[in-house]
């Protein structure tokens, strides 16, 4: 019973490049969200997704930030031109149910971000 | 956007100590759910609670939800150092945002 898998789990870019973060859920999951953890931080919402529709993405920064989760394939979190203040850890988490009451939100290891 | 106040910010206690952590706002939630973090691993789900008043027990661990739905607490008994982490509360309302606390880290020593 494989949880949410998400990689790399760490990634190192320069300021500049381009991060890819991927995340697959659970088996069965339709509803993926990603949360950014800053240090000294709680968990930011960013981003609600389910196949192929962005439901919700009022946490994303304007500018430099995408999400996408396809009919196949991982749900991709993509930013652009990294900058020092993207480093943190970046969480992904699905679940069976749509809407923050639901009671089954399962996350993954995360992806930290290292942005040099 | 909906702050959760967590404290204390730091807790370390020996084991077979109890303790109780804290989770407050001025808003009030629908929902809230408690979660734990170990280093280098996302949040793990404890328990969800929604009705105001309501106590929710998970064998040493007791999840109590305020009258007014503004506040919860944590309180685990007995204390040990596999209870070691990151205790993050969590609210939600009817969107799709979880408004997460900074939550309280808690060291257990034996």
């Known amino acids: 019973n494989a949880g949410v898998m998400q990689n790399p789990r760490h990634l190192v870019r320069r300021r500049g490049q381009e991060a890819r973060l991927r995340c697959s859920p659970m088996k069965g999951h339709s509803h993926v969200y990603w949360y950014r953890q800053l240090p000294e931080e709680g968990l930011k919402f960013m981003v609600y997704l389910q196949k192929e529709n962005i439901i919700d993405e009022s946490g994303m920064p304007k500018e430099r930030f995408s999400a996408e989760f396809p009919k196949e394939g991982p749900s991709i979190l993509r930013i652009q031109q990294v900058v020092r203040g993207d480093s943190a850890a970046y969480f992904c988490a699905s679940s069976p149910l749509a809407g923050a009451r639901n009671e089954k939100l399962f996350f993954g290891s995360g992806t930290q971000l290292s942005v040099l | 956007t909906q702050l959760l106040e967590q404290s204390p910010q730091f807790l370390s206690i020996q084991e077979g100590e109890n303790l109780t952590v804290y989770c407050n706002s001025s808003?009030?939630?629908?929902?809230l759910q408690w979660y734990r973090q170990e280093p280098g691993e996302g949040p793990v789900l404890l328990v969800t609670?929604?009705?105001?008043?309501e106590v929710k027990k998970l064998k040493r661990l007791t999840f109590q939800f305020g009258d007014a739905r503004k506040d919860s607490s944590l309180h685990i008994t007995a204390a040990q150092p596999g209870d070691t982490g990151l205790y993050l509360c969590?609210?939600?309302?009817?969107?799709?945002?979880?408004?997460f606390g900074k939550g309280t880290s808690l060291l257990v020593t034996p």
């Open positions: 808003s009030v939630f629908s929902s």
């Open positions: 609670v929604v009705t105001g008043g």
């Open positions: 969590a609210g939600g309302n009817s969107g799709y945002a979880l408004n």
